[in-house]
């Protein structure tokens, strides 16, 4: 009987790290980048994103969501009366993905950008308060964090107070000065460390940080018992284990483990790191970058689909490489990529903005949008942003059939085209697509010199100036899409 219970880890053990782990619950193939503001071309914190979900077929709405809106918590601080009310509350930006619970992302009008991955901890007990915290955290920090330090506090407090809801998870908080990268175990243990300013920081799906000083108050914070209570646990013993790594020490080891969460990680490093990795090396919470990095470096890195390496898919032109057996970083599942650009010293009207794709980045473009704008362009958005969120878990599957006045719906259809004959497909829409993103790109450059011009002169015709640029480019890109569909279905 011992003897078959051996070989049966044995063969578990296998077919977990083998088979992809696609059986297993909380495996998602989120991806994100975090680069110190010392590691880019031009002083800029970077945070480049994509978020997949495989619960429902994709949408996502964007909403610019007023403070003076902000009514939707009512019922959740009738639940948790100690919350103190906050002192202000800013507007900010919201990509939803409508029925999920945790795949939206915000960047407030401070230039605060809260984004995740899940993460699966091997906390069993957990201690929360009238069920505790899970998608309401990341919209209270929106509405009130006034910098990515002041983000990760919020959250922390929030934890401790009413405990987390879901069992892992990395919150990523930025702005212009500095990046913190926040994990949460199930209950009310958490934390949070600094993204040193010359390096660079990649996450999939498990907890990457490793290290946790909370002596040095600059770049770390948490929990008062954040090692005491693994030891109480028996995940930690000092004298076997050496220093202590929270990564290491809470992760579920069967998600820690999981191919399917290292091999992506293992490649953003493997592709930016100066130093070189193998895919199984115990990889370093942060790195040095082997070059200064530029917004279309992470739309390249977020395109990736592990070429020239060992796991690359195979050029078979029946199969997608998103629909790859390694889930590389891009995948089928992606509902929305972004490439948040935070600048220090410009003007607030154009210093913060964010690259964003819709649907996989690989059959879509990168677009800029300026925190600035106060509503999204017309077809990107279904109704209000208030009655969206109280209404976020009641869509009804109607939103997920193509509707010619909206835009995802456009880029989804898309993106189902190319993936079906991915390699007749792929190289018409990646040829637009480049043309259309070094279009842009250049006149980026061009129009921010007529912004800082125009921002001195006058700045209510200047915000709306901007915002008609990014009209513009969404509208030009939604333009193509529909040529492409037509293009790409004849092939």
Not at 102 to 127: L, M, P
Not at 236 to 244: D, E, L
Not at 269 to 298: A, E, Q
Not at 408 to 424: D, E, H, K, P, V
Request: net charge positive; proline share 4%; charged share 20%.
């Amino acid at each position: 009987m011992k003897a078959g219970r051996t070989i049966f880890r044995v063969f578990l053990f296998i077919f977990i790290m083998t088979a992809g782990v696609y059986s297993l619950p909380g495996f998602e193939t989120g991806f994100t980048v975090v680069a110190g503001k010392d590691t880019t071309e031009d002083g800029s914190v970077l945070v480049a994103h994509s978020e997949a979900d495989n619960t429902n077929p994709g949408f996502v709405n964007m909403y610019r969501v007023n403070k003076m809106d902000m009514n939707t918590h009512k019922d959740f601080i009738k639940t948790f009366p100690m919350l103190p009310e906050a002192p202000k509350k800013y507007d900010f930006w919201w990509i939803e993905i409508p029925n999920s619970s945790y795949g939206d992302s915000y960047i407030n009008e401070n230039g605060v950008v809260i984004t995740s991955n899940t993460c699966i901890s091997k906390e069993d007990r957990s201690v929360t308060v009238s069920g505790g915290i899970g998608i309401h955290l990341r919209r209270l920090v929106a509405e009130q964090a006034i910098s990515a330090r002041h983000a990760a506090e919020i959250a922390g407090q929030l934890i401790q107070q009413i405990g987390y809801q879901a069992s892992g998870r990395a919150y990523v908080f930025a702005d212009a000065s500095e990046a913190w990268i926040l994990h949460v175990i199930q209950g009310k243990h958490w934390a949070a460390a600094r993204v040193p300013d010359n390096k660079v920081v990649v996450i999939s799906n498990r907890f990457v940080i490793d290290n946790v000083n909370l002596e040095d108050k600059r770049n770390f914070m948490g929990s008062s018992d954040i090692i005491q209570y693994a030891i109480k646990r028996g995940w930690y013993t000092p004298k076997k284990n050496g220093a202590f790594n929270f990564a290491a020490v809470y992760s579920s080891a069967e998600s820690y483990n999981a191919r399917i969460n290292w091999l992506r990680q293992w490649r953003g490093v493997s592709l930016l790191s100066r130093d070189r990795f193998n895919p199984r090396d115990m990889l370093p919470f942060s790195f040095v970058p082997r070059y200064k990095l530029k917004p279309g470096d992470l739309f390249t890195l977020l395109r990736d689909h592990y070429e020239e390496t060992e796991f690359a898919p195979a050029s078979d032109a029946s199969v997608s490489p998103n629909q790859s057996k390694y889930n590389t970083i891009c995948t089928e599942d992606i509902r929305y990529s972004f490439v948040a650009h935070l600048r220090d010293g410009l003007p607030t009207e154009f210093a913060n903005l964010f690259w964003l794709s819709l649907t996989g980045p690989d059959t879509n473009a990168f677009s800029p949008w300026y925190i600035s704008v106060t509503e999204p362009p017309e077809g990107y958005s279904t109704g209000n942003a208030e009655i969206a969120f109280a209404n976020h878990f009641k869509y009804p599957k109607s939103i997920y059939t193509f509707n010619p006045e909206n835009a995802y719906s456009y880029y989804s259809r898309l993106t189902t085209l190319i993936n079906q004959r991915y390699m007749a497909r792929y190289n018409i829409a990646r040829k637009e697509w480049e043309n259309f993103e070094a279009f842009v790109l250049k006149s980026q450059r061009k129009m921010e010199k007529e912004f800082a011009y125009m921002v001195k002169k006058n700045k209510i015709i200047a915000l709306k100036h901007i915002s008609n640029y990014v009209y513009k480019m969404e509208y030009r890109k939604w333009f193509l899409t529909s040529e492409l569909i037509g293009e790409v279905s004849k092939k």
